[in-house]
């Protein structure tokens, strides 16, 4: 039976999971990312670093499954957005990876704010303003600062283009994750030429932005000395963490919407047009068909873990949400359960920003938040709408192994490989008053 990698480059760990065709995980491997800040301000983690502990990630994925890297079928990944590398004539690395969290371009210059704000910009980018955690103001902070490194760069490579080109040799990347950039031109599917012009760049220093789930090439040798995996295996284009996630969660099947309930609340649904939504990230959809829109409030579960340390630190969190489905018999337990109405409210002005007039009848909830069934019932509660949790825990890898699928032939389709892989979920319908 073909087996499929989805490999999640997140901030705090890289994890792989290795898949059945019909969704079912095999083996599932965790690392840290290992991140580094080597001053104030800054956030990286070095290249060969990245690779060893890839590399035990999917060892321990594969292990698990029982079966070789020449059973993998396909490959692809989700990822975080705007943590990048810069690479010689060589391609050899020039810096470490620099993570989106690191804050070296701050304060942003005049122009940089300006152009985020331009009116063209958010129809174009499918978001507005600028922010210093971007690729592009991080890259203009160095060729400022260190002329001479910039000027031996001929590639600069996002995270998961890194890896696309470090396992195929190819110059691909997807159009999900290059959004969160500032500078594709979404309804063209293409790098905007006047973002590329105001940061100083050219597209031949970029990766080739292509739809998720589309054959970015294959893997050469190189997958063997890096991750253990041997040449042939097709490789496919991925998407951004959420998107991925939503699409392991079955989001354009048969859910309408997702929402992610962990450090940050999160919601994403799938629109026909972008727009110039306040507070919204686009990106693009399978196929380019639709786009994506993404919005979020950083301030979330960490309000949980805020109220356990400050009033309640020897009880553990499931304890905490015990006792909010229990909210009268106990203080702790009416406490935690208007906190969790609260963060409801914040998650339905979220999907309302990110649905807009589209009709949402159901959702699926992702994160930390998605193992309570307490924790889903306030949501479903207050949205009044069911809410799907899957009882697969790692949705974004699921995702990936999804796009693996497509892009490998063994599914037909993104709908197919959804319908195909996605596991029976556990509902919770909103209470009748």
Known sequence: MPMLLGIDLGTSYLKAG?????G???GLGRVALGAVQPAPERMEVAVADFWARLRLAVGEALAGAGVAGRKLAGVSYSSQANSFVLLDRADCALTPLILWPDRRAAPLDAETIAFGQAPAHGPVTGMTGAV???????????????????????????????????????ANGDASTAALTGLLSLPSGEWWPEALTHFGLREDQLSRPRPPGSLCGQTISR??????????????????????????????GPVDASLSIGTVLAALALVDDIGAEPG??????????????????????????????????????EQLLDRAGRPTAS??????????????????????????????????????GARSGVWLQVTADVLGVPVRASPEAEQACLGAAMLAAVGAGVWPDLPTAMQRMAAAPRIYRPAKN
């Open 132 to 170: 210093p955690e971007r690729m592009p103001a991080k890259w203009r902070w160095l060729v400022r600062h260190e002329p001479a490194l910039s000027a031996r760069t001929q590639r600069i490579l996002t995270i998961s283009d890194y890896l696309v080109h470090g396992l195929t040799g190819e």
């Open 18 to 22: 290795v898949f059945e065709r019909d």
């Open 331 to 368: 203080r702790h337990g009416a406490a935690v359960h208007d906190l969790l109405v609260a963060m409801a409210g914040t998650l339905r002005g979220l999907l309302v920003r990110a649905a807009g007039p589209q009709a949402v009848r159901s959702v699926a909830v992702t994160g930390g």
């Open 280 to 317: 919204c990230i686009h990106g693009g959809h399978f196929g380019a068909r639709r786009y994506f829109r993404l919005t979020y409030d950083p301030n979330g579960a960490g309000q949980f873990e805020a109220y356990q340390r400050k009033h309640a630190p020897d009880q553990t969190v």
């Open 223 to 252: 997958a063997t000395e890096r991750l253990g995996l041997p040449a042939g295996i097709p490789f496919a284009a991925g998407a951004l963490d959420h998107h991925a996630a939503a699409i392991g969660a079955g989001v354009g």
């Open 24 to 26: 079912t995980l095999r």
